[in-house]
């Protein structure tokens, strides 16, 4: 293994700027830098992260704190993506990731900025954790840079990132009505989540505009889930007077409930309708492919990981609020009402 005591031979220059190189110090010259970090390039040269470390005073690595109330885990189509896209853009700026190994519902039992700063991570980003846990004030006052994915979280360090919720369910809605729809139901996470709750609020607003009804009795629970989902199907089948389509805040509960009614001999997208939210890869090789909003997940890892950079580099940045746009995507789960 090269060390900089060999690029700097090679390069002409002294081990000292060969250092100050690999430590982003700005009193490099630019042609210098180039020459440095080609030869690196060509001579395979690794820094070393803990020397690195030490003299930036980073670790070069983030904490994940990963919570999720359903229990599904990393395995979930939607965590899943998200997170392979921070993994990959954070990986291109030096960092590690760690996961923090506890899904208790209060963040363990130090909290999450007490858990952060044991393990000196540069920062943390925040997956699945739901508005009440305890030790979320703490982490969003505390000095350490911190992104949240799906949760409204504002601070001197903490900023946060969503697709937009309210404008998905809005299309969702809009489509059905387009397509002859009156009566529409709603499957979903009411109020513990950011994305339940906003998705339930573009619903009700879209309905209001629309001048169509709103009936609690077609507001049916779901926490994500696909079997979550096949319960909300069973509920719909009691109702006396169910509506004609339904708006499902997640593709796993309008699988789920597509498996249901199709279980009772009922045809999703002739029979009744349903509108899916998320877009993971399954939901288009269901019978019939499921017509959802798309979430797009790469942009939300990419977005969140440079913002979370940024944030750690550069101590003046202010913390971000992102929202990234949805896509309505038809398939076959929609029927048309003349």
């Not at 504002?154 to 309210?166: K, V």
């Not at 906003?198 to 696909?226: A, H």
Request: charged fraction near 20%.
């Amino acid at each position: 293994m090269p060390t900089i005591y060999d690029i700097a031979k090679r390069a002409g220059v002294s081990a000292a700027t060969v250092s100050r190189v690999f430590n982003g110090r700005p009193d490099v010259s630019p042609r210098t830098r180039e020459k440095i970090e080609r030869i690196a390039r060509e001579m395979g040269y690794q820094p070393n992260a803990v020397a690195r470390g030490l003299a930036t005073k980073r670790s070069m690595t983030i904490g994940v704190f990963f919570q999720d109330h359903v229990n599904s885990g990393l395995r979930h189509p939607f965590f899943h993506d998200v997170l392979a896209a921070f993994k990959d853009v954070v990986g291109t700026y030096g960092y590690d990731l760690l996961f923090f190994a506890s899904n208790a519902e209060d963040g363990g039992p130090e909290g999450f900025a007490a858990r952060a700063r044991h393990r000196d991570v540069d920062g943390v980003l925040l997956v699945g954790v739901p508005r009440t846990d305890p030790a979320l004030p703490a982490m969003v006052q505390s000095d350490i840079p911190c992104m949240s994915i799906d949760l409204d979280l504002l601070g001197p360090r903490a900023g946060y990132l969503s697709s937009d919720n309210i404008g998905g369910a809005r299309q969702a809605v809009c489509h059905l009505y387009e397509k002859g729809h009156r009566t529409i139901g709603f499957v979903g996470d009411r109020y513990g989540t950011k994305p339940g709750h906003d998705r339930l609020l573009g619903y009700q607003q879209t309905l209001m505009e629309l001048g169509l009804p709103f009936r609690q009795d077609w507001i049916l629970p779901g926490d994500f889930t696909e079997e979550s989902g096949y319960r909300a199907g069973e509920m719909y089948l009691a109702l006396e007077d169910p509506p004609t389509a339904v708006f499902c805040a997640g593709d796993m509960m309008a699988i789920g409930m597509m498996r249901c009614l199709a279980d009772h001999g009922l045809v999703v997208g002739r029979d009744v309708s349903i509108v899916g939210f998320d877009d993971i890869a399954v939901a288009r090789y269901v019978t019939p492919g499921l017509t959802t909003i798309r979430q797009n997940k790469e942009e939300m890892g990419t977005q969140a990981a440079k913002a979370l950079v940024s944030l750690i580099e550069s101590p003046q940045t202010a913390p971000p609020v992102l929202t990234i746009a949805t896509e309505l995507v038809e398939r076959g789960t929609v029927a048309i009402l003349r």
